[in-house]
Structures are given as structure tokens and as C-alpha cells.
């Protein structure tokens, strides 16, 4: 059964940080490109990082590149998402996803996890 399990949301104030993870099961995590997407109240679902199988290869949102960055451990089935200076156009859901081998910035992701809120207040 393929599990992804988001933790790390929560409400920080504006200039704050917070470091998202995601936990994968029930598949070869390594055989999988990783990405983040955010969807805000009334907005629809958008790219915010992928990275590929090995790490070596990240891809941000214009928006969060210099803030956000994205990793993995292949070890221990898990990415990341360290988001820095945060702002309150930050606010949404955050979802990790998993799709096999190829790395892509569109939603076309094999996987998906229910997601951990973000809060940020100005």
C-alpha cells in the first residue's frame, strides 16, 4: 500500500521558517522523482519543487527559488522542504508527490499525500 505522510505545517510568523517532510511507503522510493505542490483556499494545486532520483537535479517555482529548497534521504524514504523567509502568500496545503523516474513541474504525479497546512501571519 503507497503511503505518502507529510508533517512539519504549522502557523509561523512572516520572516519565519519551517522544514517540511514527507515519508514514503509501499514503493521503491529511489525509482521516484519527489515534488512539493502547494493549493491555497479557492487556487488551484501549483509546482513549488521536484527533485530527482538521486538528488542531484532540483527544480523550483519562480516564487520560492532563494527560499525553499528541496532534498531527499533515499536511506530513510524521505524529502524535504526547508522554506526560509516565509510570507503569507506562503499559506496553503502542502502536498508531496511521488512519479516514476521522471522528474516533471506539471501535477502528472503517480502519488499523492493528503498534505500538512502552512500558516504564515504578517
Known amino acids: 500500500q503507497v503511503q505518502l505522510v507529510e508533517s512539519g505545517g504549522g502557523l509561523v510568523q512572516a520572516g519565519g521558517s519551517l522544514r517540511l517532510s514527507c515519508a514514503a511507503s509501499?514503493?521503491?522510493?529511489?525509482?521516484?522523482?519527489m515534488g512539493w505542490f502547494r493549493q491555497a483556499p479557492g487556487k488551484e494545486r501549483e509546482f513549488v519543487a521536484a527533485i530527482n532520483l538521486s538528488g542531484g537535479s532540483t527544480y523550483y517555482a519562480d516564487s520560492v527559488k532563494g527560499r525553499f529548497t528541496i532534498s531527499r534521504d533515499n536511506a530513510k524514504n524521505t524529502v524535504y522542504l526547508q522554506m526560509n523567509s516565509l510570507q503569507p502568500e506562503d499559506t496553503a496545503v502542502y502536498h508531496c508527490?511521488?512519479?516514476?523516474?521522471?522528474?516533471?513541474?506539471?501535477?502528472?504525479?503517480?502519488?499523492w499525500g493528503q498534505g500538512t497546512q502552512v500558516t504564515v501571519s504578517s
Open positions: 508527490a511521488a512519479r516514476a523516474w521522471r522528474i516533471v513541474t506539471t501535477i502528472e504525479y503517480d502519488y
Open positions: 509501499g514503493f521503491t522510493f529511489s525509482r521516484y522523482a
